[in-house]
């Protein structure tokens, strides 16, 4: 049953969430979560595990209920009533292990209103388009784990929704499949479709997103464009020379780190000036600093991370990094 | 495709197809449909040999008590037709001998029936099992006696008050046999239901049902996914037992016919067994949203199967005394309800009290199932896999 949509608080957005809360038993797994998806963009969810990632994402989803809050997806308060409109693949992968990988598919398509006879169609189809048509008939029993998590991806996206949640889409899989999941995820924005996903691993995240959420310890310090969070901190400069002493030291900042190398060579390591590399240039040039290299280095989201949540948080994410 | 979600049938469809076809084409469902024919086929194996060996033993007699001339003329029809027919030895006795009931009661002669009258209007004296098992055997061979093997003639029959009281004995036996039946396999089912959903769990699907369509469908479609496949085993245990007695006759041991008669016993056992299952199921749903292991699972559920044993006693207990305070309380109880009416059904020809009892039940069945949904919804998330997260995090748990 169709229900009416209420007006959303801005057209363009996929997903508006403003002060979710979320407690379980006395833990408090969300404190006041605001978010903001523009629709078709790639938007990433970067925190620990334990962060309130997946909390989050299911009561975008209407998994769960919020406790305090309110969450819309394409301007509707209950996000089941669109169930047909979005695709959901969870953290924790799950098939059922005697199925075919097609009917497979096509009963996740059901679920969300696709006829199974459709669904077994596009489920074929997909597979092929990925590789996996010598598969179709398997049970999911018998596959890899990737392949049974590329299966299930499948079914996430068979009745073609307008709005696709990942939690933790990475995980468990290999380089290659990791990399053939970011062309799919590229491909996904290409046709309009919004791609939300959670990860603890940044580089997957800077690499796809246009934007991320950070949160840790259920809040969401931060949340817009990858390059606003990387600007929020100052490139660095990168300087090598051979003298390590003169007049044109007091052209450095103070903070100037100085990391003198076995080969008589110096590095020199210190935020842009505000004004700019070219009077700086000039000074070094002018007291014969002897100038080996200078090169400007944008801060990564890594940095950003580290930045916003804070040194205990970029660390917990490192230690999750699988080997 | 439009946008809305769906319905919580059509919802609840879809996890009823996928959960029907599962199961029917499982190797458990193959074991859940050779269980009871496996005791079913001992039972019958039992009773056939026990049959047989009561057979070779010492068969029932007809005692004939007819006039001189109309017990020759009998001996002589017996003696044409019984290389043919299957009839029973016939024993002539004399008319001043005995009365017919007074035959029946003497243990030394064992007849099972008393033949009197006239070959023209037979009166047949015995219990209702046998005078009714009989009295075409007797038509025959009152036909042949009197030369005209087209017309037979009309037997009156004469139940004995003593069969009629042992009747009444041999009904509890078939509604003992039918609460039994409906305990077994409401529980039978009703655990298949709970690990079905713990398995459920245990491979994370819950999520993904849920991230998709209302937990209460999820609910409902398992709930009668179960009961459409106990029907299959209904049915296929249906058709197994039909072909048996046909193959096996006789020799099969019967129940004695319910009060109200097989066709409409047999409809209300299923309607009932319906109920009673979803009754209980619902309970079992439940208490699986609950559970995360197998572990859990044994304890949250063991108060349930207490329960159901318990009802299962009160029911069994109650119907020995059609009309008591504790069987009107079995009957109202909407746990015991369908048991006790199964009960009933089988002592009582009274119709009435059936329709009473299938609307209470079908509201009680409306308010466990819609009951047990809206808890399975607020609980199924919270544990299992998929509501767990490590605690060894420095940030709160998700």
């Known amino acids: 049953m169709a229900t009416q949509a209420q007006t959303p608080l801005i057209e363009t957005l996929a997903i508006e969430a403003k002060g979710l809360v979320k407690r379980f038993d006395d833990t408090l797994a969300v404190d006041g979560v605001d978010l903001s998806v523009p629709e078709g963009a790639i938007y990433g969810i970067l925190g620990p595990n334990g962060a309130g990632k997946t909390t989050t994402l299911r009561m975008l989803l209407g998994i769960i209920d919020p406790d305090e809050g309110v969450r819309r997806v394409f301007g509707h308060d209950r996000p089941h009533d669109i169930a047909r409109l979005i695709g959901y693949l969870p953290e924790e992968r799950g098939l059922y292990p005697a199925m075919k990988c097609d009917e497979a598919i096509a009963f996740m398509g059901a679920l969300r209103g696709l006829p199974l006879d459709e669904g077994r169609r596009r489920g074929r189809e997909l597979m092929e388009a990925h590789g996996l048509g010598h598969a179709v008939d398997r049970q999911i029993r018998q596959l890899s784990k990737g392949m049974a998590q590329t299966v299930q991806l499948l079914g996430t996206l068979v009745h073609r929704p307008r709005l696709v949640v990942l939690d933790e889409p990475f995980s468990g899989l290999d380089a290659i499949n990791q990399g053939k999941l970011e062309v799919m995820i590229r491909e996904l924005a290409a046709d309009g479709v919004t791609v939300i996903f959670s990860t603890h691993v940044i580089h997957h995240a800077e690499r796809l997103c246009d934007d991320v959420a950070i949160i840790a310890g259920g809040k969401v310090p931060y949340a817009g464009s990858v390059d606003a969070a990387r600007d929020r901190i100052p490139a660095q400069v990168r300087l090598e020379t051979r003298r390590a002493e003169g007049a044109w030291c007091t052209a450095l900042p103070d903070d100037a780190r100085h990391d003198p190398k076995k080969d008589g060579s110096h590095f020199w390591y210190f935020p842009l000036p505000a004004g700019g590399i070219e009077a700086l240039l000039k000074r070094l040039i002018e007291g014969e600093a002897g100038v080996l290299s200078l090169s400007i280095e944008r801060a990564g989201l890594h940095d950003a991370f580290v930045e916003i949540a804070g040194a205990a948080a970029a660390k917990a994410m490192k230690d999750e990094v699988p080997a | ?398």
Not at chain 2, 92 to 112: H, M, S, W
Not at chain 2, 318 to 331: K, Q, V
Not at chain 2, 354 to 380: D, E
């Open chain 2, 1 to 398: 495709m439009t946008a809305s979600r769906l319905s919580l049938w059509q919802a609840a469809w879809v996890i009823a197809r996928r959960d029907m076809r599962a199961i029917l084409f499982s190797k458990a469902f193959l074991l859940f449909l050779l269980g009871p024919i496996f005791f079913g086929g001992i039972s019958l194996g039992a009773g056939m040999l026990g049959a047989k060996a009561a057979g070779s033993a010492e068969p029932a007699r007809l005692a004939v008590i007819l006039s001189p001339q109309e017990t020759a003329d009998l001996r002589r029809a017996y003696a044409e037709l019984a290389p043919l027919v299957d009839l029973p030895i016939v024993e002539a006795v004399r008319a001043n001998d005995t009365e017919p009931r007074a035959l029946l009661k003497d243990r030394d002669r064992n007849f099972g029936a008393v033949l009197t009258g006239s070959l023209a209007a037979p009166r047949l004296t015995g219990t209702p099992d046998q005078i009714e098992r009989w009295r075409g055997r007797v038509a025959l061979l009152a036909a042949r006696a009197m030369g005209d093997s087209a017309t037979y003639p009309s037997v009156v029959l004469d139940p004995t008050s003593s069969s009629v009281a042992s009747a009444r004995t041999a009904q509890t036996g078939t509604a003992t046999a039918g609460i039994t039946l409906l305990f077994l396999l409401t529980m039978l089912l009703a655990g298949m239901v709970l690990s079905n959903l713990v398995e459920e769990k245990a491979n994370k699907i819950i999520e993904i049902l849920a991230a998709a369509i209302p937990m209460d469908a999820v609910f409902v479609g398992k709930l009668f996914a179960m009961l459409g496949v106990s029907f299959v085993g209904l049915a296929v245990w249906g058709a197994i037992a039909g072909v048996a007695i046909l193959l096996g006759g006789a020799a099969i041991p019967a129940l004695v016919a319910p009060a109200i008669g097989w066709p409409l016993f047999v409809a209300l056992f299923v309607v009932y067994f319906a109920l009673a299952y979803l009754l209980i199921g619902s309970i079992f749903l439940t208490v699986g949203s609950m559970a995360a292991t197998v572990r859990d699972v044994q304890t949250l559920s063991m108060p349930a199967t207490i329960a159901q044993l318990a009802v299962f006693f009160l029911a069994t207990f109650a119907m020995t005394d059609i009309g008591s305070p504790m069987e009107l309380f079995a009957c109202i109880f909407p746990l015991s309800s369908p048991y006790a009416m199964v009960g009933r059904a089988a002592q009582s020809a009274a119709l009435w009290p059936h329709l009473l009892a299938l609307v209470w039940q079908v509201m009680w069945v409306a308010i466990f199932v819609r009951v047990g949904a809206r808890l399975f919804r607020r609980k199924v998330m919270k544990s299992g896999p998929a509501g767990r997260k490590p605690k060894n995090k420095g940030a709160p748990a998700v």
